[in-house]
């Protein structure tokens, strides 16, 4: 490095790699130059810069200063080796973390490139497409990758769309008193769940809900004359709508409506326009018609595992209902038969037959029972019989038959037997039980009546017979 000229006005090459020793003439005449002996300080030098002027500066800057690449796309870095700045090509450069810049490492890079590290040093990642953005994923060899927006619906939620038209100065005319599609919107804006045409002037909902819908404008037209605009729904005229009259010196009317409307998928909004005489015309200006989900979002079924992701996406019908599985997920229990009973086990609830025992004693206070009709009882509720059960005082033997017939054919007799063959019978014992039936005429309906009646009997002074039963 060079520090002093051989003479008061050297040239650039005249720089020596060495100090030399110059005479008081030189002295006084470099001192001049830079201003006097006080603007040399302490780490100071004097040297010429790239303009060929005399100045006092520092190594590090005189260094960077006088330190000019020569060739194309060349680049000012550090040669950690040799401990220098120098110039080098872009492609044989690189930044590494722990020394600063360091040669033959850096790739050469085009617009819109980024350098990222990959661990051990930069590199470039190559731009990505229009609208995407760089997401951390570590995954990926440099930790991060160009992607596009991750739309959730915590960031956008519900259903919603707008067309609009700015600074507009297009004339719709031959309006009438008769409505006329308004046909001004030239922009389609942002929408979830909701197609959007300018081109038609409408938007169609494409998922069920309960909806926003808000129409605004500001609009010029033919003076002195009132205009009307109102809300359509596939074709229909709704009981929305606004109003505004152009008075005599033209101004601009401003109007709109805000209603809360229920909406179903494949419906088709636009606005119409009607005015109180013929060949009017109006130049919207400024003009939206936006719709917007509202309360919690589209109708869906109770069960949608699409939107309640810890449902079982069940259909269910009337009387059925809601129980968590064992998945566990919300799910539809199936109503039971008529007459049963939702029950628990200890871990899930399901429905079981209803039952019930339908008890007769029959005593001989104290002698041994008699053959004949032994009394009568009323079916308190609709009930399937599924077994009999006899139990006597003492071993013996008993046979005892029952008769059904309705309250308005009362009493009933023999001949309204309901066990055919097998009647219930204990022989030469204290019990019998029977869930056979064979033959049996099991169905009881509410209000039915049934007559005891032995038809023989040794022993046994004392006996029950017992029907089970489950509810219908």
């Known amino acids: 490095m060079t520090t002093l000229r051989k003479d008061p006005s050297p040239a650039d090459s005249d720089f020596v790699s060495s100090p030399v020793k110059i005479g008081t003439d030189e002295y006084n005449n470099i001192i001049d130059r830079v201003g006097g002996e006080t603007a040399l300080t302490a780490s100071k030098i004097v040297a010429t810069d790239v303009n060929g002027n005399i100045e006092v500066t520092t190594v590090e800057k005189f260094q960077l200063e006088n330190l000019v690449g020569d060739t194309a796309d060349t680049v000012l870095i550090w040669n950690q080796t040799e401990g220098n700045p120098e110039y080098a090509l872009v492609a044989d450069a690189n930044i590494d973390t722990n020394a600063g810049i360091e040669a033959s490492k850096l790739e050469a890079g085009t617009k819109g490139d980024v350098l990222v590290s990959n661990g051990t040093n930069f590199v470039k990642l190559g731009v990505g497409a229009n609208d995407q953005v760089i997401q951390a994923d570590s995954s990926q060899a440099n930790g991060v990758k160009w992607a596009a927006v991750s739309v959730g619906s915590a960031a956008v939620a519900g259903n919603y769309g707008e067309l609009l038209t700015k600074d507009g100065s297009t004339a719709q005319s031959s309006i009438g008193t008769g409505y006329t599609k308004i046909t001004g919107f030239a922009t389609e804006g942002i929408s979830n769940n909701t197609t959007l045409s300018a081109a038609n002037d409408t938007i169609t909902i494409d998922e069920s809900g309960k909806y926003r819908v808000t129409f605004n404008i500001s609009f010029s037209g033919t003076i002195n004359t009132d205009f009307i605009m ?41 606005i ?4 109180d005489g013929t060949s009017k015309s109006i130049t919207p200006t400024q003009m939206s018609l936006a719709v917007s989900s509202v309360g919690g979002g589209a109708q869906h079924t109770l069960l949608d595992s699409s939107v309640i992701t810890d449902a079982n996406n069940d259909t269910i019908a009337r009387g059925d209902i809601v129980i968590a599985n064992s998945t566990p997920k919300w799910s539809g229990l199936t109503i039971g038969a008529a007459g049963t009973m939702l029950k628990s086990d200890g871990t899930d609830p399901s429905w079981v037959a209803q039952e019930a025992q339908l008890p007769f004693v029959i005593d001989g206070g104290g ?106």
Request: aromatic share 6%; with cysteine.
């Open 230 to 270: 109102a809300l359509f729904i596939d074709g229909i005229e709704q009981n929305y709508a606004c109003e505004r009259a152009i008075g005599a010196s033209g101004d601009i009317g401003n109007a709109s409506f805000m209603a809360i409307v229920d909406l179903t998928a494949t419906e088709v909004l636009d």
């Open 272 to 275: 119409r326009v009607k005015a």
């Open 367 to 472: 002698d041994a029972i008699t053959t004949g009709e032994k009394g009568n009882i009323i079916v308190p509720f609709n009930c399937t019989i599924t077994e009999v059960t006899m139990l006597a005082d003492q071993s013996g033997s008993i046979v005892v038959d029952i008769w059904k017939d309705t309250y308005a054919n009362y009493p009933p007799t023999n001949a309204d037997s309901i066990t055919a063959s097998a009647v219930p019978t204990i022989s030469t014992a204290v019990k019998s039980q029977d869930q056979t039936l064979t033959g049996w005429t099991t169905s009881l309906s509410k209000g039915d009546i049934l007559r005891y009646n032995v038809d023989s009997v040794t022993t046994i002074t004392r006996v029950g017979v017992y029907l089970q039963v489950t509810r219908t």
